[in-house]
């Protein structure tokens, strides 16, 4: 048995077929067409595998995205297709892939690492934590709204430079490229739907299921609330059974919209984050606060414990765990406690960083 290693790009079809073997038995389509910005050959160096006599036997990817957020500018490690073959689990295999995919990411100056998993257990002794938060919104039935002028389609012959106007528009966004988008169309089972002005103006735009993945989730979406309310009318009367549409918490005009049009919103966690760069992060969160004029912040580590507060009066944070929710959601209510309410006003005005991905970008 050998490695972990990164593989290399003339045996990125190999590793697609072990991919589809283990992850899309009888499926009419190839992992590589899921997921057609992580499993190329310019992303061959973040494909990392375990093999036997030249057969791969388990198999971790990382893709890397750059967030724009309105308080910093991330460079995140996305893991995932992390598969063992079945006679060979157990034995470790994956912890050894994710330790590399890990060490890697942080060579590679990523701020975070995040994944998407329901083993929370196992990730959670690598160093990962629940954090940051998503908002999920089940649709089960037709919306109230009021009268549009809208022009509703459905598919995806669009043009990528279009989508990509509307998707620039939010607030936090990874880093994509026309041909990203262009690649993001082609996905098996994606359904795209559009607004569009009586001039021919694209005013939004929702997308449903990737692949094998998200079916009945509206997992990317762009346009203004009085827009897209409309659209997703449109939507649910072209899709049978019910729909959910996952959202950052951050998107505070479209959660009170639904809340209004009586939408139960659910909120959990955004996924599994570990963080690789503490000082840096920890720079930026400094960074954002001067921005907002907090000069008397102090976050700052010593001795293995971190240090947060305003002025003199500072609290400990004892691990990563606790780190990694006072900087991306949800802080818990009794960290506050020890600060006086007009400091408190200061830190809750800091923390949470915004923190999302949109589905097209997970892996």
């Known amino acids: 048995m050998s490695g972990p290693r990164a593989i290399t790009e003339s045996e990125v079809p190999k590793l697609v077929e072990f991919l589809d073997k283990e992850l899309r ?8 067409d899921e997921y057609p910005t992580t499993f190329t050959g310019a ?56 330790s590399l995919c890990i060490e890697n990411a942080a060579l590679e100056g990523a701020d975070i690492a995040i994944l998407w998993s329901d083993l ?22 037709y919306l109230p709204t009021v009268e549009s002028n809208l022009i509703f389609r459905q598919g995806t012959n ?21 041909e990203d988008i262009r690649r993001y169309l082609k996905i098996p089972h994606t359904r795209v739907y559009t607004g569009w002005s009586p001039s021919g ?4 735009y929702a997308v449903e299921g990737k692949g094998a993945d998200l079916a009945g989730y509206i997992h ?37 919209k639904l809340t209004e049009l009586s939408i139960p919103l659910n909120y959990g966690n955004l996924g599994m984050i ?5 000082s840096g992060l920890m720079q930026k969160v400094v960074r954002h606060a001067r921005s907002l004029g907090h000069g008397s912040f102090v976050f700052t580590e010593d001795q293995g414990k971190y240090l947060v507060g305003v002025g003199d009066t500072l609290g400990a944070i004892p691990n990563q765990s ?22 408190q006003k200061i830190l809750t005005e800091i923390f949470p960083l915004n923190l999302w991905v949109w589905g097209w970008d997970s892996i």
């Open 120 to 141: 929370a257990d196992f990730y959670q002794k690598l160093g990962f934590t629940l954090g940051g938060t998503e908002v999920s919104a089940l649709i089960d039935d």
């Open 25 to 32: 038995p009888g499926k009419n389509w190839s992992v590589r």
């Open 43 to 98: 992303n061959s160096k973040n494909l990392f595998i375990i093999e036997e006599q030249d057969r791969m036997l388990s198999h971790a990817a990382v893709r890397y995205l750059l967030l724009k957020t309105p308080q910093a500018v991330l460079k995140v490690a996305a893991i995932g297709s992390v598969v063992t073959s079945p006679e060979h689990r157990r034995q470790g295999l994956s912890q050894k892939l994710l």
């Open 158 to 178: 669009i043009s990528p430079e279009v989508l990509l106007r509307v998707y620039s528009k939010h607030s936090v966004t990874s880093v994509r490229t026309i």
């Open 201 to 204: 103006q694209l005013e939004a």
């Open 220 to 256: 990317e979406w762009g346009g203004g609330v009085s827009k897209l309310i409309p659209l997703l009318n449109f939507v649910k009367k072209q899709h049978a059974g019910p729909l959910t549409l996952i959202s950052p918490v951050h998107s505070e005009g479209l959660l009170r």
């Open 322 to 343: 606790l780190l990694t929710q006072l900087i991306f959601g949800p802080v818990p209510d009794k960290f506050w406690s020890n600060f006086s309410p007009e400091k």
């Open 274 to 278: 570990k963080i690789l760069n503490v």
